[in-house]
Structures are given as C-alpha cells and as structure tokens.
C-alpha cells in the first residue's frame, strides 16, 4: 500500500507480497507503533498514515501484532483528515489532558471504526470480494492506529511498544465494499444493580447493507452484549432478528453474525449491554477499566455501492434512554442472556 508521510514523521513499515487463500495478489502493511514508551496507565496513543490518494486498495485481513498484558485494545481508524499531523499523540478523548502532551481526536474528520481488537482476538480475513475501499475517490484518505494502555508494567525499564496490524490488502477492484457501524450506550450503572445499556437507529439511506460479522465490547461489568436487527411489520409491530451476542469478557474478536438477512432502507438496529455491578459506587461510562463502555461493531457489505454515511448509532444510556422509550416487542430475557 503505498503511503505518503506528507506533513508527518514516517511510520515504520514493511510491505510484503504473498498468495495464500485468495485469487488475486494479496499485499501486507504493517502498520505498528513506532516504538512508543506510554508513560503513565490508561493511556491512549494515536499514530496515523496516509494512504495515497492516486489509486484505490481494498483491505481484506486483519493479523493483529499485540497481546492483552501489553495492549488493552486496539480501534483501526478511517479518517478523511487525522486528528494530528505527529508521528504519535494522545487521543483519550474522555480521558485527562497531559500538560506536556498534545491531545486530538483520531479523527478531525471522517471518523469511521474499521476494526477493532481486544483479549488476545484472533487475525480476522473477510469474506471472498469483500474489502474496506481506502485512498483514491473513498473517504478513507488516512489511517489511524489507536492503542489503549491500561498499564505501564510491560514498559518498565525502558522497554518499548511496537503493537499493531499487519494489514492483508489488494489493489484489485473489489465489487463488495465493506463497512463498520458501532453501536453504543452512555449513561451510567447504579451500585449492587444489573443495568442494561441500551441504543437503536433507524437505516435512513436508501442502501442494501449485508451483514456477516460483530463485535462486542464492554470493560469489567459487562455480562451479555446483544445486537438486533428490527423490521416493523404492517401492524406496527417490530419483528426482532438476533444478530450476534457474547459474553464481552471473552475473546473480543469478529463473530460470524446469526443471519445474514439484507438491512435495507426504514429498518432498525439495536443493542444492549446487561451490566452487572458489585461496587459500591456509581459507575460511568468512560476510557478507563474504573469506567464501563458498552459497543456493538457490526461488519457488513455493499455490492456495487458505498458504505452507509452513517458510521455511529449511540445513545445517552441509563437512565436517559431506554428501548422501551420507541421500540415495542422487546426480545427482554433473550437480550439479556446467553
């Protein structure tokens, strides 16, 4: 993938080319840290690349290069403008400024997941011709590495950080475009209760979307996350299909979705996270592991068209907002267990 460090520090890369599983030349980027020392816990650090705007690749494979005692998790970013033009920054948005450190977004515009990883989450390859469309026409113009340090024990003694992606892609046109909406809950969780964060969305563009895989994602409160897809019917009644639920404490890698029933235009997702909590304190929706987040990453395809514009469906939470506040027929016990 040929890249540009316009206006940046270079990020070290190697670029391979090899033929495994797939009918056509298939490259790989490793987009890693360049040797970061994060200096103090949960500390999120941002590094990006630009892709080259001449020609279009299509990303197909994800070998994640990290494991969970030294990295808490990772997000792949696309973004039409970085939140930086350093080689590296800190970009916990929720988290406390450092005064000797900038601070930015991943993203100053554009901001789309294309991939996430966490506890020791296996490579994920995507399916025959489907590829996220980076550099060219697309929107996705950089690239930008996210990394969440919990803690700074790995660190001690000088040592340094080279977590990241080896990223498999093709410089063939691929007619299945791929895309990432995340779902999620702010809000917050009441000592001793079990909560359930909740979200939903409307599909409002005249799209096809396919989904074929999902993600879930909570810190240490997180029991069952569940994500639907919701068609109301000529009575008004919205028929609930299960996309995907997991225990979020296990492997946070891409599951294979229950059904790969087309989205289309007026239908609705949903998810929910059901939290349950021994503390004796209130807990918040925040960065770090004193904090809870409640996500739902759920991958699908386009064929012969561009992903949805629209890239997040999130909700204020409990105890602002509740499926039972728009949505009828709630699957209630199903959603909320294995």
Not at 1 to 20: D, E, G, P, Q
Not at 93 to 111: I, L, T
Request: charged letters at 20%; aromatic letters at 12%.
């Amino acid at each position: 993938m040929a890249v540009s460090c316009c206006h940046m520090v270079a990020v070290a890369l190697i670029i391979t080319t090899y033929c495994c599983c797939w009918a056509y030349k298939v490259e790989k980027f490793s987009f890693l840290m360049p040797n970061v020392k994060p200096y103090r816990p949960e500390l999120y650090l941002c590094t990006p690349v630009k892709v080259d705007f001449t020609k279009s690749y299509y990303i197909i494979g994800f070998e994640p290069n990290a494991t969970m005692e030294t990295a808490h998790h990772m997000l792949l970013f696309g973004c039409t403008k970085p939140g930086s033009r350093n080689a590296v920054w800190n970009c916990g948005e929720m988290s406390q400024r450092d005064d000797n450190s900038e601070m930015a977004s991943p993203c100053a515009a554009g901001s789309q997941v294309i991939y996430a990883w966490a506890r020791d989450a296996p490579k994920l390859e995507l399916p025959e011709g489907v590829g996220f469309k980076v550099g060219g026409k697309s929107r996705i113009q950089y690239l930008v590495l996210q990394v969440h340090y919990a803690t700074i024990k790995p660190f001690q003694g000088g040592k340094t950080d080279d977590s990241g992606i080896f990223l498999h892609y093709t410089e063939r046109p691929l007619e299945k475009e791929a895309g990432v909406i995340l779902l999620g809950a702010g809000g917050s969780i009441p000592p001793m209760s079990v909560e359930k964060m909740e979200t939903s969305c409307v599909i409002n563009e005249k799209k096809v979307i396919h989904p074929f895989a999902y993600r879930t994602h909570t810190h240490n409160l997180g029991k069952v996350v569940s994500g639907y897809h919701i068609r109301t019917d000529s009575n008004g009644v919205d028929q609930w299909t299960l996309l995907g639920k997991r225990d979020p404490l296990k492997p946070q890698m891409f599951y294979p979705v229950e059904t790969q029933e087309p989205i289309v235009h007026g239908d609705k997702l949903a998810a929910r996270c059901t939290m349950q909590s021994t503390r004796s304190r209130t807990t918040y929706v925040g960065p770090t592991n004193e904090d809870e987040m409640c996500n739902f990453y759920l991958m699908y395809w386009v064929e012969q068209d561009t992903p949805l514009k629209k890239t997040y469906c999130f909700t204020d939470g409990p105890p602002f907002y509740y499926w039972t506040s728009e949505l009828n027929n709630i699957p209630n016990e199903e959603a909320s267990t294995l």
